[in-house]
């Protein structure tokens, strides 16, 4: 069984292991914007703890051209007896025009050696319901043109294909009508 969790401080080898599973590719939802996975140092954990929940915290505002953001590891239910993170995902309150082109309110990765056993899908359900729980409805969800694994995922749990910009793929989950612009503060950014 699948589940999100905050990320834990406590866990910093599990994070560790999970970064040097995906090598130098992407790591969408776990809040790096670079294709290059970062040094998996104990400063670096603690970095991205303190950055993660500062995202998170609705009392105060988002940084300069973020939108507020809660973070979450996907773990299965091994995770309580030492289990690997399986991956990252990301639920943005709000859009931001980057997020409502290419990155939506829900981005997502599992590491490379879960992959293909539903974990990435199972992972999307509990995000759609965390987002339902925050009020966000209409859901945005977008992938690369060339994601074929993931726009599968996407689908299957109910997304409704919109549109095509530049190289991502635009899905929604709930009824229209779908926003058309931003209703963050609307600069470029993630």
């Known amino acids: 069984m699948i589940r999100l969790t905050a990320p834990d401080p406590a866990r910093f080898e599990s994070w560790a ?10 790591i969408d939802g776990s809040g790096y914007v670079t294709d290059s996975t970062p040094e998996p140092a104990p400063e670096e954990f603690a970095r991205y703890i303190e950055q993660r929940l500062a995202e998170g915290n609705t009392s105060t505002p988002p940084a300069p051209e973020r939108v507020h953001c809660s973070y979450r590891w996907i773990v299965d239910e091994t995770w309580a ?5 399986l991956g990252f995902l990301a639920l943005r309150h709000h859009l931001n025009r980057f997020l409502l082109t290419q990155g939506g309110h829900i981005g ?5 050696s879960a992959r293909r056993r539903g974990v990435a899908g199972a992972a999307l359900a509990v995000g759609l ?10 859901v945005l969800v977008c ?3 060339t994601n ?4 599968r995922t996407i689908e299957r749990n109910g997304g409704q294909y919109e549109s095509s ?6 899905y929604w989950f709930g009824p229209g009508p779908w926003p058309q612009e931003p209703d963050a503060q609307g600069a470029p950014g993630r």
């Open 129 to 138: 319901s965390e987002a339902a729980g925050l009020g966000i409805d209409p």
């Open 143 to 145: 992938c690369a043109e």
């Open 81 to 85: 007896d030492g289990g690997p993170l």
């Open 148 to 151: 074929e694994a993931s726009r």
């Open 108 to 112: 997502y990765s599992v590491r490379p």
């Open 17 to 26: 292991a999970c970064l040097r599973d995906f090598e130098d590719g992407p």
């Open 165 to 170: 910009i530049g190289e991502h793929r635009r």
